[in-house]
């Protein structure tokens, strides 16, 4: 059974910083894209970034791209996302996602990926 658990929400300063993982268990993560997606209060669960399963190309929405960055460690079946200059729109429930082994496609749609995490709450204060 694959599951993936994200951790690392919190409350945080305008400008302040915070680190998401998500772990994976139940299979590797070797060979799978992955990303990570918003959800706030009566919106729409939104794209925020994607990994290949290279590691090597990084995808970011418009909205995040400078200030958050999106990395893996497939040896601990982990993969990070690192936010920094925080701002108020950025409160929301962050989720990881895995896409199907091998996609080369970067996937901006909730509805490409395979599995998800129960997400992580990130709330910005002024």
């Known amino acids: 059974q694959v599951q993936l658990v994200e951790s690392g929400g919190g409350l945080v300063q305008a400008g302040g910083s915070l680190r998401l993982s998500c772990a994976t268990s139940g299979r590797t993560i070797f060979g799978y894209p992955m990303a990570w997606f918003r959800q706030a209060p009566g919106k729409e669960r939104e794209f925020v970034s994607h990994?290949?399963?290279?590691?090597?190309?990084?995808y970011y929405a418009d909205s995040v791209k400078g200030r958050f960055t999106i990395s893996r460690d497939n040896a601990k079946n982990t993969v990070y996302l690192q936010m920094n200059s925080l701002k108020l729109e950025d409160t929301a429930n962050y989720y990881c996602?895995?896409?199907?082994?091998?996609?080369?496609?970067?996937?901006?749609?909730?509805?490409?990926?395979?599995?998800w995490g129960q997400g992580t709450q990130v709330t910005v204060s002024s």
């Open positions: 996602a895995s896409d199907r082994r091998f996609s080369q496609s970067v996937n901006v749609v909730p509805t490409a990926y395979e599995y």
């Open positions: 990994i290949a399963w290279r590691g090597g190309n990084t």
